[in-house]
């Protein structure tokens, strides 16, 4: 037994269960946590339908102080059982598990916070590591990994679009005017923006044959602007290079949970997956 063992009695076990997703108590746990996480949410939701927070606020609130609690200490319990907390900590899940017991603290103190608990609902990714679809949460990686690609492209076409509707509302406020509802340039812009993105909710529209045409032109360039980014994103979905079958084995040593499937050592610290 190694020295850090000794200092934290139990963790390796624990550490099997919480984190150990192919082991049947690993398992029992993740789908466990699921329906308690699904409970709770549910009881945000009733809690903010008036009729049931009056005639049952009290065991509303009861039950998800009782359900905050119990998920503070297996954040606690996380901390204390993974051999890296810290990176725990800064982790997508680690800092997603912080953020689903604060509401309800700060609700103490700020009235009306609770509902951000709502917070809770990305807890239920683990879902994909509870049905093996471990491989899912790599496209997922693929795809952020293409987004941030395709950032700077993505923006020059912002920054185009922005100087298109600036320019388009600054002369259908020219040509309409406050007579016929555009009022400023800001509500002028507002229109040309709802406009270009084929949203329409039409409580502003031009009246004039000039601003009609006018109009026009920008709907149609309207369709270029929801074709243009998804063509950038898409190219570069298309540049990323495929990658083999991914396992959900978790590494007891520094926590991480993506190499490729049958893999025998970790690939972030090159511990053994073995044991």
């Known amino acids: 037994m190694s020295a850090e063992e000794k200092e934290r009695p139990g963790a390796k076990a624990l550490y099997e269960t ?13 789908v466990v946590l699921l329906v308690v996480i ?39 319990v996380r901390l204390y059982c993974h051999p890296r907390p810290a990176v725990y900590a800064r982790s997508f899940f680690g800092v997603v598990d912080l953020l689903a017991i604060l509401p309800t603290y ?34 997922a990686d693929d795809l952020r990994a293409a ?23 600054s002369l259908l406020y020219l040509i309409e005017g406050p007579e ?9 812009v507002y229109w040309a923006i709802v406009t270009l993105t084929t949203v329409g909710y039409g409580d502003i529209a031009p009246e004039t044959p000039l601003g009609k045409f006018f109009a026009s032109i920008i709907m149609v360039l309207g369709y270029g602007v929801i074709a243009v980014p998804t ?34 050592f970790c690939c972030e610290c090159g511990s053994s997956l073995e044991e």
């Not at 919480?18 to 746990?29: D, L, S, W």
């Not at 016929?180 to 002028?188: K, T």
């Not at 898409?234 to 991480?256: D, L, M, N, W």
């Open 18 to 30: 919480i984190f150990e997703h192919e082991t049947r108590p690993g398992f029992v746990f993740d």
């Open 38 to 76: 699904l409970a709770s949410i549910g009881l945000v939701m009733i809690e903010s339908v008036p009729r049931y927070s009056e005639s049952h606020g009290s065991l509303l609130r009861t039950l998800e102080w009782t359900l905050t609690i119990a998920f503070t200490v297996e954040y606690l």
């Open 106 to 139: 700060v609700a103490a103190f700020v009235p009306g916070t609770q509902a951000l608990v709502v917070v809770r609902t990305l807890r239920l990714l683990r879902i994909f590591r509870v049905l093996k679809l471990a491989q899912f949460v790599h496209q």
């Open 147 to 169: 987004l941030r690609a395709s950032l700077p492209k993505i923006t020059v076409f912002v920054i185009a679009v922005l100087s298109m509707t600036t320019i388009s509302g």
């Open 180 to 188: 016929n509802g555009f009022g400023n340039i800001p509500e002028s």
């Open 231 to 264: 063509g950038i994103v898409s190219a570069e979905i298309a540049r990323t290079p495929r990658r083999g079958p991914v396992g959900g084995q978790a590494c007891s040593e520094c926590g991480s949970e993506q190499h490729t499937l049958g893999a025998r």
